[in-house]
């Protein structure tokens, strides 16, 4: 009877023993990760961003960027009339915060330097592109829900400019982190440029300019931009686009065309504020952008609308008496471009014909214009850029030409940039989009030649957080925009 008791005091020790060495591990299965790895958070960030750079942001554009108008098959929507509703942002906003600054926040407490750098250079992208579209927004107290950070659920709302005051600091940093990071510490994961911590420097350092650059005409930035084009190196070819690429397979398209092909509908047509503007430049990119009317009496040529007009049109004509989007826009394996070489080649000459910064301004001028040739497959025509007489121009009628070629070679690909910039250039000197080739609709309820300048603030943000600014209108400016 001893044998039996000490023999069950034995096993109950090691038992209690075996539990108290192990208890962590109860209930967990080792097959899985308790919590997301950062590789697993990059790619997931990056997945989302994609998505709200195409749908949310590109499509949500390219109408007040006046790439398209309504076309055939629904009635005259808001955005023609330009009726803003808060809840139009709601997807974005909620989806930039929760979905990809969050994971972006994750990465910047990596022990990675990589993953650190990677997910600050993103952090900078996504807060401009708040500020560009609110105003004011939450920053320095944004996604800070967790215990560590603070318990923080109805953050305060940071002043815009100071924002951007910010971002420059914060793209340092992550050059910082790049500088000490070992090549191999990202791989696959990063959907982006696929752990090639070089090109990320190269995005960095254009994206730093870009937001200098965009204060030039309230806020010139004038010294950091002189140092930054001496000592930066920047986005220059095809091979250095900062694009998340896509594939023809499912749960692997491009997200514009997903959402035509399953949800909205592809109806827009070409808009003849644009097809205007390259007809008179003879710029023979209007074939890239948009498809050729296949029936009617405009069979095999290009044929828009005047923006906004769709409700003069026959409505028994068939969407294929008109140009609508070409393959190059709207694609099942499209990338979503979030910086490409025109981009920042049109910066770098605006930012010598500012300055007069180290670039050669025409010799920048030539490279935007022609790394979207080239994009486009489209044979840039041998007298095209002396055509437009650069040289022969004052300051704003540079600045005018860097503006309008921006405009021109945003279309399709970076359609939501195209309408920022828009915003910025339609200055009081500006003598080309004051000049009519921005079309009042109709229907406007804006008066004649006022445009949407602004989102307005979310309604799932009014709802929830008491510190949100009072709403605003469509027609107030960012503090950027003069």
């Known amino acids: 009877m001893k044998v039996i008791y000490k023999s069950l005091v034995v096993l109950l020790l090691v038992f209690f023993t075996a539990c108290e060495e192990k208890i962590d591990e109860i209930n967990v299965n080792p097959d899985t990760f308790p919590t997301a790895n950062d590789a697993q958070v990059l790619s997931s960030a990056i997945g989302y961003l994609g998505f709200i750079q195409d749908v949310d942001l590109n499509m949500a554009s390219f109408l007040w960027a006046q790439y398209y108008t309504w076309g055939i098959g629904v009635s005259l929507g808001n955005e023609e009339r330009f009726v803003s509703e808060p809840g139009d942002g709601d997807n974005y906003w909620q989806r930039a915060y929760s979905d990809v600054l969050i994971d972006l926040k994750f990465l910047t407490k990596s022990e990675s330097p990589a993953y ?6 993103l ?3 996504v807060y401009q592109g708040l500020v560009d579209h609110f105003g004011d927004i939450p920053f320095s107290e944004a996604v800070s829900g967790e215990i560590e950070d603070g318990a923080i659920l109805t953050p305060a709302y940071d002043n815009a400019a100071d924002v951007y005051a910010a971002l420059p600091g914060l793209i340092d940093a992550a050059l910082a982190d790049l500088d000490v990071a070992d090549d191999d510490e990202i791989g ?3 959907l982006i440029y696929g752990g090639d911590l070089a090109a990320w420097t190269k995005f960095a350092y254009s994206l730093k300019l870009k937001i200098l650059l965009r204060t ?3 806020t010139p930035q004038e010294t950091a931009i002189e140092q930054l084009i001496s000592s930066g190196t920047f986005i220059e070819t095809e091979a250095d686009l900062a694009e998340i690429a896509f594939a ?11 959402r035509f092909e399953w949800g909205t509908g592809d109806f827009y047509f070409a808009s003849n504020a644009t097809l205007n503007v390259l007809d008179g430049l003879n710029d023979p990119r209007a074939t890239a952008f948009y498809s050729l009317a296949t029936t009617g009496s405009s069979a095999g040529q290009l044929r828009g609308i005047d923006q906004g007009t769709i409700e003069n049109e026959p409505f028994t004509a068939p969407a294929s008496d008109y140009s609508g989007s070409s393959p190059i826009a709207v694609g099942e394996a499209n990338s979503v471009i979030l910086m490409s070489p025109w981009e920042v080649w049109f910066l770098r000459a605006e930012a010598a014909a500012r300055y007069g910064t180290a670039d050669d301004e025409l010799a920048a001028l030539t490279s935007g214009i022609e790394t979207n040739f080239d994009y486009l497959g489209v044979d840039l025509p041998s007298d095209y850029i002396t055509s437009l007489n650069y040289a022969g121009e004052d300051l704003d009628g540079k600045i005018d030409i860097i503006a309008i070629q921006k405009w021109i070679s945003l279309n399709g690909t970076q359609e939501d940039e195209g309408w920022i910039e828009t915003r910025r250039f339609d200055r009081a000197a500006s003598r080309l989009f004051t000049a009519g080739i921005f079309q009042t609709p109709p229907y406007s309820v804006l008066p004649a030649g006022s445009f949407p300048a602004t989102w307005l603030y979310p309604g799932s943000e009014r709802s929830l957080n008491p510190n949100v600014p009072a709403q605003r209108t469509i027609t107030d400016k960012i503090f950027w925009d003069n």
Do not use: H, T
């Open 116 to 121: 650190r750098g990677v997910a600050r250079i």
């Open 123 to 125: 952090q900078a992208y």
């Open 188 to 190: 696959a994961d990063d």
């Open 216 to 218: 030039s005409e309230v």
């Open 248 to 258: 023809e397979q499912s749960g692997s398209q491009n997200p514009m065309w997903a």
